[in-house]
């Protein structure tokens, strides 16, 4: 059975740093696509960034690139998600999620195209 977790969400003022984690279980990530997505309050889930299953190809939407970036270590199962310079319009739970249907696969912005999801960590940016 597939299991993602999520872990490394917290509360930090603007400009801060966090690092969170997509640990899988039962399951290996290591020829799947991974996304990250995040959900504010009131709003859909959106789509942050994506890595493909060789770690060559990222993608992130646009609001955050040059400050957030997406990693993988496939010996630890684990996918990365470093965030600095943090902005209050960050704060949203953040879920990672898997596409399963297909293996050397690369990064979708389609929430559809994700099979699995972890149960999201919160990240909340304020001073």
């Known amino acids: 059975q597939v299991q993602l977790v999520e872990s490394g969400g917290g509360s930090v003022q603007p400009g801060g740093s966090l690092r969170l984690s997509c640990a899988a279980s039962g399951f290996s990530l290591e020829y799947h696509a991974i996304g990250w997505f995040r959900q504010a309050p009131g709003k859909e889930r959106a789509f942050v960034a994506g890595i493909s299953w060789s770690g060559d190809i990222t993608d992130y939407r646009e609001s955050v690139k040059g400050r957030f970036t997406i990693s993988r270590d496939n010996a630890k199962n684990t996918v990365y998600l470093q965030m600095n310079s943090l902005k209050r319009e960050d704060t949203a739970v953040y879920y990672c999620?898997?596409?399963?249907?297909?293996?050397?696969?690369?990064?979708?912005?389609?929430?559809?195209?994700?099979?699995?999801w972890g149960q999201g960590t919160q990240v909340t940016v304020s001073s």
């Open positions: 999620g898997l596409k399963g249907g297909s293996y050397y696969d690369t990064p979708s912005r389609a929430l559809e195209e994700y099979d699995y």
